[in-house]
């Protein structure tokens, strides 16, 4: 394990060691639950609809999966404590462009520069994971800093509404800017002093059958995830839900995700195979969103069970299969494994929203056509997920029999030792 002690009081650099992992996971997840809670005073200042909203979380996420691709290859090369660097300074730089911005395209490519810092998430947490964190910690450690995406939803439903209402939307944006700056200047204390960047090429490798599969159901969970988070509080307001409340659900759903995050991770570390985690929870979300789709007027109790029980299963299966990818090298390298599984996530979370909108038929501020339409076609992903953990479970478990099959039929090399007289 690299050594990173740089502060003199180790406990201390330990500490903030899993705190800048936890926010270099949620600053750049932030821009997706901040627009889909102040979506509201957004359009209303800058002229555009609700159904534009998914344009804004296809533009970030968009940006994330094409670099995706590279990522790891980049984090690699550079190493993770520039790599860490260049995150929150983009960070940085593009929320103080959403702060300043004038027109809807002008926050499509402030958010849009967010995907750099999405893409770079994951690759350079995990790498520092897999450095720094004994084998017995590592899944404990990848379940909590995946949490920080949840602890983005958190703020956003909880503060930021608060913080719009009483100085303005670009205020709640802005003071996001002097956070990533603080964790930037800190990098240096969390990461390793011998700076192990490979300085390898961009190779492209293409992944195995085991990462194609674990990419399937990632998209498929990208997909409904990013509809349901960014649509959610838009459909609750439909349904007479006030704005705080409707926002309330958002919080909900990250106190659940990091709850989901923290306690499943490790225990999925306890299975022979995760991947029959990964279709239990994908089926309860599934369910979940079955019951909250049948909201009306007098029933908003449904709201928060659709809140409640996304946030509890469909989160935490990001953070499972990073771990998956930390922990078994049948995936392939970390970073590189990494970045190809966020090329499938972003991707997901990139057209979810469009292709909601598409389904449900928007037409400016109103629905023209029938949301529940949209609602089915994202269990519909769901259960296509489920089949794809079933078949990965399947091909992982031909995979260990043929290995145990070839190690039987190895042949025992035994020397025998004759004893000579002394």
């Known amino acids: 394990m690299l050594k990173t002690r740089t502060m003199q009081h180790p406990a201390i ?3 903030w060691f899993r705190v800048v992992l936890i926010f270099a996971m949620s600053l750049p997840m932030l821009v997706l639950y901040a627009t889909s809670t102040l979506g509201p005073l957004l359009g209303s200042d800058l002229r555009f609809g609700p159904a534009s909203l998914g344009y804004l979380v296809m533009s970030s996420f968009g940006v994330a999966a094409v670099l995706s691709l590279w990522a790891g290859a980049f984090v690699d090369r550079i190493g993770s404590r520039n790599a860490l660097i260049v995150l929150f300074s983009t960070i940085a730089s593009a929320f103080t462009w959403i702060a300043s911005v004038e027109s809807y395209y002008g926050l499509i490519g402030a958010t849009a520069l ?4 999405q893409a770079l998430a994951n690759p350079v947490t995990n790498l520092l994971i897999a450095q720094q964190v004994p084998p017995a910690k590592k899944a404990k450690i990848v379940g909590l800093k995946q949490s920080g995406v949840q602890l983005a939803a958190l703020f956003a439903g909880l503060v930021l509404p608060g913080i719009a209402f009483e100085y303005g939307w670009r205020t709640a944006f802005a003071m996001v800017v002097p956070v990533a700056i603080l964790f930037a200047l800190t990098a240096p204390f969390v990461t390793p002093k011998t700076h ?3 300085g ?8 195995n059958s085991f ?6 159901i990632q998209f498929c969970v990208g997909v409904s995830l990013s509809a349901f988070v960014t649509f959610l509080p838009t459909f609750a307001i439909q349904h007479g839900m006030p704005l705080s409340l409707a926002g309330t659900l958002i919080a909900v759903l990250g106190v659940m995700g990091m709850c989901s995050r923290i306690v499943l991770t490790p225990m999925g570390a306890k299975f022979k195979d995760e991947s029959l985690l990964l279709l239990l929870l994908i089926a309860i979300a599934a369910c979940s969103m079955g019951v909250m789709m049948l909201t009306d007027a007098e029933n908003h109790w449904r709201l928060w069970v659709g809140a409640v029980g996304v946030g509890l299963t469909a989160v935490g299966t990001n953070a499972i299969a990073m771990s998956m990818l930390i922990r078994d090298a049948a995936f392939g390298p970390v970073t590189v494994a990494s970045g190809f599984v966020s090329v499938a996530f972003f991707g997901g979370f990139a057209l979810g929203p469009p292709f909601f909108g598409a389904i449900s038929n928007y037409s400016g501020a109103n629905y023209s056509g029938d949301p529940l339409f949209g609602w089915t076609a994202l269990i519909g992903v769901l259960l296509s997920a489920c089949m794809m953990s079933s078949a990965l479970a399947s091909a992982r478990r031909r995979a260990r029999a043929s290995l145990m099959a070839a190690d039987a039929m190895q042949p025992t090399n035994v020397v025998a030792f004759k004893r000579t007289p002394e």
């Open 211 to 216: 990462l194609l599969r674990l990419m399937g």
């Open 196 to 198: 192990p960047g490979t």
């Open 200 to 207: 390898r090429g961009f190779t492209f490798f293409p992944p």
């Open 13 to 15: 650099t330990d500490i």
């Open 114 to 117: 967010c995907g750099i810092a």
